[in-house]
Structures are given as C-alpha cells and as structure tokens.
C-alpha cells in the first residue's frame, strides 16, 4: 500500500533507499508487509524509483506472489551483502539510507552497519506510521471484513456461552472459531469474569467463570489487518445499581462515536468522555482508543494530552470504561471508520447480555 507515496517522500527528503527487513518466522514485519504483501523472512529495498525483494530460495514462490515485482533468491553470501550486492545490480544510490529504529535489533543494525560502513542513516519509523495512519479503500474492505468475522465469531461464543465454565473455555472456542475462519488472533484474548474485572489487561486462566460483569476483549487477523472489539456481558443477575453503571458507559460510548462528526481534536472528544462520566471519570483510567491496521496500535491515538486531530479515512476504536479495583470492570469498544460520516464497523449488539 503507499508504495509510490513513500518513495515521492524518500525522494523529498533525499533518502537514497530504505530498508526493510524480517529475520522472524513468526512474525511479519509491519511495514515490510504493508508496502509489499509478503509477510515471510526477508528484506525490502524501496528505492526512490525502484522496489526489491530478497528471500530465502524456500519463500521464492510466496514472494513472487506480492505487489513487488522484482524479487531475487538469497544465497550464502551474508544477508547485507547479498543486499549490498543487489543494490549495485540494481545502480541504487547508498549515501543516505532510511531504517526503522523501532524494530531493529541492536545485532541486526551490528551486521547492517558492517555491510553499509560509511552510509547515513535516516530513521522513517514516524514516516511509515504516519503513512499508515489513512487507509486506503482496499485497507477498509479488508478491515470490515476483518470486523464482520469478527462479529460473526463473538455473537457465536455468546450462544454458546452457558457451555463454558472456566475463562480459558472461551479462549479455546474463540480461536476454534478464528481458525476455522481462515484467521488468527490480533492479540491474546481477553476473559476477565468476575473481580478480575476490573484489571483491564487481564490474562485468562484456567478458573471456574465468576458472577458478574464478564469482559471480553477480542480481535482478529484477517489477510494482515486487525480487528479489535469488547463487549461486557453478566454472569447470573445484576443488581439496579450494576445496571446504571453499564448503561452510563454504553451511553457515554454511544455519544463519543456521534461527537466525533462534528469534533475531530483528539483531546477534545476524550475531554468529552471524561465529562459525561462526571463523578466517575476517574475510574477511567486507560486511552479511549487507537488506530488499528497492519498493527493492533497505529495512529491516532486517542489520549488526553495528544494534540493531533482525527482524519478522513482513520479507523479507529472507541473503547471507554470505568473500573473500581477489587470489585468489577466494565469496557465497550467497537472499531470505527470516519468517512464522510461516522461507521461502526462492529456491529454485535451493546444491550447488556445476560447469562444465567
């Protein structure tokens, strides 16, 4: 995605090349994926006219299979050299190289440095997160689409949710689900029943499901882009009391998302929330929210003290809650798009489910 675009910046800011690599089997780098499609082992070089890949001899096919066209098989030469060698090949400049300092290693920078000894370096972390922060009409087909499986996925679990009986019941049905999707998780789960409520990075562990407020955290990967939605639900019967709180915070949340077609500076619309929690704003106590793309966290980011302002063609999460320690937690968080007007692309019901 932005191919052309980065390489008009790379040429703007008299960047030679920039570099970007993946020694993980694992994990994709994320900006290597975004601007070529391949998420395997390798390294991009995006001149400011020309576009390379390097890959092991067993990703050859799988990366002949991305938007880059040119793409040559490893040998056993060393990694940099190999692309060293290749750069030549190719009569690309090598004065001033762009990397992004945010996810290399101090050994890989060790044997790139040894490979490109007297070049400068430019940092296009900022760059890549900025050039990513919009999405193109192909990111938003595929992020709704991520989001309707998604959807799809949790309005299952919670028909099936008298099934379980421990919080790692439900991990185990919702990746099932994922995979059986063609997916994976954008992020570990989370089923927080019960007090644990009320941390809202909980872990799910193998214990008996607790009463009350039932928080789950969910999202997946779908073709390299990320969902990201919570609902709270009830285990056994809520008191009055337990009721306002959930139904403030859905108001509130419900709110926030018709704000921001008329207030788009960050600060502003958490402000906004903050307000219309009165006593209880400082029960909030994390962000109301961050982009989500080829990563779980991209711009914006929705804090207090951020300065920025929201964009056509962002999707973001809108996700408040409130949370008393020791005693329960509750969070609403759906993925929206600011088009012309304001779309939430997560679309499974907010009434408070019971489950008895």
Do not use: W
Not at 137 to 144: A, G, L, Q, S
Not at 187 to 210: D, M, T
């Amino acid at each position: 995605m932005k191919l052309k675009e980065f390489q008009d910046i790379l040429k703007k800011r008299k960047i030679d090349f920039a570099l970007f690599f993946n020694l993980n089997p694992i994990e994709a780098d994320h900006n290597l994926f975004y601007f070529s499609g391949y998420s395997g082992i390798g390294v991009l070089v995006i001149g400011q006219k020309k576009a390379f890949l390097l890959v092991p001899k067993m990703e050859y096919e799988k990366a002949r299979k991305s938007r880059i066209r040119k793409v040559y098989a490893l040998d056993k030469k060393k990694l940099f050299d190999s692309v060293l060698e290749k750069i030549k090949k190719n009569k690309i400049k090598r004065k001033k190289i762009g990397i992004d300092k945010s996810v290399v290693t101090l050994t890989e920078y060790s044997a790139f440095k040894k490979s490109f000894k007297k070049c400068k370096i430019a940092n296009v972390s900022r760059i890549c997160y900025e050039l990513r922060e919009t999405k193109t009409k192909e990111e938003i087909r595929i992020i709704k689409k991520a989001c309707q499986i998604t959807d799809k996925i949790l309005t299952k679990c919670f028909k099936n949710f008298r099934r379980f009986k421990y919080e790692t019941d439900v991990v185990v049905f919702l990746e099932q689900e994922t995979r059986r999707s063609g997916c994976s998780f954008s992020f570990p789960p989370i089923v927080a029943s019960g007090v644990s409520s009320s941390q809202p990075h909980y872990e799910p562990k193998p214990v008996r499901l607790k009463k009350g407020f039932c928080v789950i955290d969910f999202g997946i990967r779908y073709n390299g882009y990320c969902s990201d939605m919570t609902r709270t639900i009830y285990l056994g019967k809520p008191s009055r009391k337990e009721k306002e709180f959930y139904y403030l915070l859905l108001n509130v949340q419900t709110a926030t998302i018709k704000k921001i077609e008329e207030e788009r500076k960050t600060s502003k619309v958490v402000q906004f929330v903050k307000n219309n929690l009165g006593r209880y704003d400082k029960n909030f106590i994390h962000g109301l929210g961050h982009g989500i793309g080829v990563e779980l966290h991209e711009l914006p980011n929705l804090k207090e003290t951020d300065k920025s302002r929201l964009k056509e063609n962002n999707i973001f999460t809108i996700e408040p809650g409130i949370y008393f320690p020791g005693k329960f937690g509750i969070r609403i968080e759906d993925d929206v798009l600011l088009g012309k007007n304001v779309e939430v692309l997560t679309k499974v019901t907010k009434d408070l489910l019971v489950v008895n």
